[in-house]
């Protein structure tokens, strides 16, 4: 007899339910026997946040080379209510064994008091900068000793022994910074302290991922919340591709070694910086982060020739000799001086038959190009006299005031806006500074400050004023914003992004910038730079020597080529004598070498004179940095 229908559906419903009572059984059994994960989870007490730290931002020459390097290593972390009530039998000898400390760095890395960056809930750094071979002995011993856990983490070094006041340094975030931080750090993260590592900072460090993780009762990792639902990938760094060439940088190093100065060289076309140079330096490598790290920075401060000190950027001077184009080229413009006149000079500047000012001997000056191939210093303070007083001579205020308005469009007593910590203004006197200074005599004369038309007196420039001045006059008339970075390579992805500089025109006519430019020209060809004229390269500079009573400062100022200028630079030694001597042929160097790869040979007695030169026992600095 057939089944009904009601029988056929009776049987189905219960195949089901046998079924589905097998498979929720076997889900059972897999979870309660095969799988631990809901074992762990019940034995678990908590969770955590473990932070995810991204690759810090690499910075690269122009060429690609690069200037930074990011290298493993491990953090170690307490978490201090984990580990006291096991404090009693902690194994303190085998801890310290493995990660090669001593006892009492063990008992004074323990807070005896909690409050402010330490708290007894939250990891804390125990000890930094722990290597990766360290570290894989210890982590087979980890679950011994609860409490403590490790963080990945990248530290910076430097793949080469220059560019240390550019690049900067890094170090451990103050309380301050972590309040200011908006969340961004927290004890025991570094950041840039000075340099690009500092100007740079926002975008080099990246942003931070995290892992939401079970806890087991010893502070062990016991799975992922969610499976890793809730985890967040870091970010990594943006890469900063630098203006910096590193191999004219490592020259103009070697170069200034045993002496005490700086060299700033720029593309003119762009304000791109090719180096930045200040001496004496360091190796960056001595200020990574590690365990010798605070002996090096105490040696660096004790060291009396300041090498810490960034004098291509912070330290100011008189620009001397270099100055007179400028004057130049404002008396020209304002119409106070001609091209083709003539300027006698007696031994210096004379007045009422005394010598006020002194001159070396040289041919007359019969052009403007004359005067500044032979740097006259008759000629320039007597064309400034007469533009300073040209409303008047008992009434120099107004011509002073506007001759400073022409050097604040070459930049000169303002920052320039280096993207770069630290740029000091200079110094540029107003008629109104005189006015108070000669207070006493109710009035003041353009005479009495003479020496400012040599580049004297109270002007004081940062050599990066000065060399963008070069860069100024190489253009004819227009400079850009110097600056460090070029191009900067944001996200995962590496998207390139290019910075591009503000420009900045100066109201003086071309033909005035041609006189200047071909008398620096003829600076190097007949004038007081003739040991700077590299064969094959049309180089246009102008020498300075600085009075100074410990022994002058050497300067010069140069461009190359002349019609087509690839490089703009200025060398500052102190105490290095006659502008000819000692500052000039290092910049010819520089510029042989950037424009060339390498120096003929017949410079290479030039070359070897530079790097066999001692400086450093020649006299007293006498640079200013407030």
């Known amino acids: 007899m057939p089944a009904s229908p009601l029988d056929v559906r009776t049987v189905s419903i219960r195949t089901i339910l046998v079924a589905a009572m097998l498979l929720l059984l076997g889900k059972a059994f897999h979870l309660q026997v095969v799988s631990d994960a809901w074992r762990t989870r019940a034995e678990s007490v908590g969770n955590s946040q473990i932070d995810q730290y991204p690759a810090r931002g690499l910075m690269l020459d122009r060429n690609g080379k690069l200037l930074t390097i990011n290298e493993p290593i491990y953090q170690i972390e307490l978490t201090y209510n984990q580990f006291s009530p096991r404090a009693a039998t902690f194994d303190t000898t085998r801890f310290c064994e493995l990660l090669g400390i001593t006892r009492r760095y063990f008992e004074e890395a323990i807070p005896d008091t909690w409050g402010g960056k330490y708290s007894p809930s939250k990891p804390f750094t125990f000890l930094a900068n722990v290597s990766p071979s360290v570290y894989a002995t210890f982590q087979e011993n980890l679950f011994q000793f609860p409490g403590f856990s490790a963080t990945l983490r990248s530290s910076r070094n430097y793949p080469h022994s220059v560019a240390a006041h550019l690049l900067g340094y890094m170090g451990e975030v103050s309380q301050r910074t972590i309040d200011a931080g908006a969340g961004r750090y927290v004890s025991g993260d570094y950041h840039g302290i000075s340099g690009l590592e500092y100007q740079y900072e926002s975008v080099l460090r990246g942003d931070k991922g995290r892992r939401l993780v079970y806890r087991d009762r010893l502070g062990r990792e016991a799975g992922e919340v969610l499976d890793g639902a809730l985890d967040e990938d870091a970010t990594v760094g943006t890469n900063l ?113 005394r010598v006020l000012l002194g001159c070396h001997n040289h041919p007359m000056c019969r052009t403007v190009e004359d005067a500044i191939a032979q740097s006259c210093n008759g000629y320039f303070v007597t064309a400034w006299l007469e533009n300073i007083n040209r409303y008047g001579g008992l009434t120099p205020e107004r011509g002073l005031d506007e001759f400073n308005d022409y050097l604040y469009q070459f930049g000169l007593g303002n920052k320039l806006g280096i993207d770069f910590p630290g740029e000091v203004a200079g110094n540029v006197p107003t008629s109104e500074y005189y006015t108070k200074r000669f207070a006493r005599d109710q009035f003041w004369r353009a005479i009495w400050i003479r020496s400012l038309a040599i580049g004297q007196g109270e002007y004081e420039l940062t050599a990066l004023q000065t060399a963008n001045m070069a860069a100024a006059i190489a253009n004819r008339g227009h400079w850009y914003t110097p600056h460090l970075v070029k191009e900067v390579q944001e996200g995962n992805q590496g998207l390139a992004r290019r910075l591009d500089p503000e420009r900045h025109d100066i109201d003086i006519s071309r033909e005035h910038f041609e006189t200047v430019v071909r008398g620096m020209r003829k600076t190097v ?102």
Request: charge should be negative; charged fraction near 20%; aromatic fraction near 6%.
């Open 525 to 626: 060809t007949e004038g007081t730079a003739r040991i700077a004229d590299v064969p094959g390269i049309e180089v246009c500079g102008k020498t300075g020597t600085i009075q100074n009573s410990h022994g002058d400062h050497s300067s010069f100022v140069a461009f190359a080529p002349a019609d087509d200028p690839k490089i703009a630079i200025m060398v500052y030694v102190e105490n290095g004598g006659f502008g000819g001597t000692v500052a000039a042929p290092i910049a010819s160097l520089m510029i042989e070498k950037y424009l060339h790869g390498e120096i003929s040979d017949k410079r290479q007695w030039v070359e070897q004179r530079m790097l066999e030169k001692d400086m450093t026992q020649r006299g007293e600095s006498t640079i200013r940095v407030k």
């Open 241 to 353: 591709v630098t203006t910096i060439d590193l191999d004219l940088q490592e020259y103009g190093e070697k170069l200034m070694v045993n002496k005490i100065g700086s060299i700033v060289a720029i593309e003119p076309a762009t304000g791109e910086i090719l180096s930045m140079i200040s001496a004496p330096t360091y190796d960056p490598r001595s200020l990574r982060i590690g365990r010798d790290r605070g002996r090096s920075f105490v040696e660096l401060q004790h060291d009396t020739l300041q090498p810490l000190l960034n004098r291509a950027i912070n330290g100011k001077y008189p620009p001397g000799s270099p100055f007179k184009t400028l004057v130049a080229l404002i008396a020209m413009e304002t119409g106070t001086l001609t091209p083709d006149r003539g300027i006698a000079c007696y031994g210096g500047f004379t007045s009422g038959g």
